[in-house]
């Protein structure tokens, strides 16, 4: 959908876009920080369940994940994997607004895996910094290849690895209680 389209559909009569908005890149930054406080949000929802432990909360988040990547809802579907690449190369602004946010994504699923440390349900093998980072990185690749090979596969696999790379404490005595 193009500018023109979705000013029609929210009536915005022609001429007043500029009223609202300094220039179409100021409209796309506020675009994407309304989404990204908005994920943030339900990332936290999500993450701060009562009743299962970190480790439980983590992996439904993944499986929401697949959920809203695969319903053919191009709403619910992320709009980093969507756009990102594109407007990386074409305003440095909303480059770092994404950046930035996939950055606060990444500590907070860092902080969900020292929580999993803490309740005993994530091996302390891991380490939290790196590891959070790299699992959404991980499955955002995983979103990009499903969209050009229109299967789950790719999200199945990255589900695997996930459960590899976040693996419950073990029966080991050497590892910290």
């Known amino acids: 959908m193009g500018l023109n389209e979705l000013l029609k559909s929210a009536s915005v009569p022609k001429g007043s876009f500029y009223h609202y ?8 930054s506020q675009l994407l920080e309304q989404y990204l ?6 990332l936290d929802e999500i993450l701060s369940v009562d009743g299962p432990d970190a480790r439980a909360r983590l992996m439904h988040y993944w499986s ?3 959920s809203t990547q695969t319903s053919g809802d191009a709403c619910a579907q992320c709009l980093i994997v969507k756009i990102g690449a594109e407007i990386s190369d074409v ?3 909303m480059r770092s607004i994404l950046e930035r946010g996939t950055r606060q994504i990444g500590a907070r699923l860092s902080q969900a895996i020292v929580d999993g440390q803490a309740d005993h349900s994530i091996s302390y093998t891991v380490q939290p910094a790196l590891l959070g980072l790299a699992l959404y990185e991980m499955w955002l690749g995983a979103s990009l290849i499903a969209k ?3 299967t789950r596969d790719p ?6 690895t996930t459960e590899l790379m976040l693996p419950p404490p073990s029966q080991n005595p050497k590892e910290k209680p």
């Open 155 to 160: 999200f199945l696999n990255a589900m695997k």
């Open 148 to 150: 050009l090979s229109r």
């Open 37 to 42: 406080t908005q994920y943030l949000l339900r």
């Open 64 to 66: 929401l994940w697949i």
């Open 21 to 28: 908005f300094s220039s179409k890149e100021d409209f796309g």
């Open 91 to 93: 305003s440095d602004e």
